[in-house]
C-alpha cells in the first residue's frame, strides 16, 4: 500500500510540474503576443502601406510598416505661381474649399513659402505651406481643392491695367 501511495503522490507531483510548465509556457506565449500588436504613436489613418503586403513576413527593429498620418491638424500644400509671390507671404490668410465638400470652407495661415520653384504638371510653381485645423477629420490627405489668399486691396484701376502691363512687359521687354 505505501509504495502505491508514493507512486501516486509522486505521479501527482509529476502532475503538478507538468501544469506548471504549461502555465509558464502560456505566459511566456501571452507576452509573446502583447509584443506582436502594432501601436501608432498618433492617431490618424495609414496613408502608405498594407497589413496583406506584411502578413507571415518577417520585420526587423526600426522597419517602417506603414506610414500613418494624423488628421487633427494638416499641412496644406498651396502651388504659387511667380507672379503670385509679388502679393503673397507668410502670415496672410487663406481660404480653403476642397473638392469633396464644397459646401465647407477652413481658414489657415501661411507658415512658410518655399526658397525655391518645383515643376509640377509642367508649371514652375512655388510650395506655399499652410496649417489648418481639422477637428472633424473632414479633410484627407491629398484632397484637391481651391485656396482664397487675403491679399490685401488693389484700386479697380490696378485690376483693370495690371494684366495687360504684365503681358506688355513680358513681350517687349526681352
Known amino acids: 500500500y505505501s509504495a502505491h501511495t508514493s507512486r501516486n503522490s509522486g505521479d501527482l507531483r509529476l502532475a503538478q510540474l507538468e501544469q506548471e510548465t504549461q502555465r509558464v509556457t502560456i505566459a511566456a506565449l501571452e507576452k509573446q503576443l502583447e509584443n506582436l ?13 498594407s497589413l496583406d503586403e ?8 526600426g522597419a517602417t510598416l506603414f506610414e500613418i498620418a494624423p488628421l487633427d491638424r494638416m499641412r496644406l500644400e498651396i502651388h ?15 481660404t480653403l474649399r476642397v473638392d469633396a465638400d464644397r459646401w465647407n470652407q477652413w481658414t489657415a495661415t501661411i507658415i512658410r513659402i518655399a526658397p525655391r520653384a518645383k515643376v509640377i504638371d509642367s508649371q514652375v510653381v512655388f ?21 482664397r489668399i487675403s491679399a490685401g486691396t488693389k484700386s479697380s484701376g490696378w485690376w483693370v491695367f495690371s494684366k495687360p502691363y504684365e503681358w506688355l512687359l513680358s513681350k517687349f521687354y526681352w
Open 80 to 94: 504659387l505661381t511667380t507672379s503670385d509671390l509679388a502679393n503673397v507671404e507668410v502670415g496672410q490668410r487663406v
Open 37 to 49: 500588436e502594432l501601436r501608432s504613436p498618433v492617431d490618424g489613418v495609414i496613408v502608405q502601406g
Open 54 to 61: 506584411h502578413s507571415g513576413m518577417p520585420v526587423s527593429r
Open 127 to 147: 510650395i506655399a505651406t499652410a496649417e489648418i485645423d481639422n477637428p472633424d477629420r473632414t479633410l484627407r490627405p491629398g484632397m484637391d481643392g481651391k485656396v
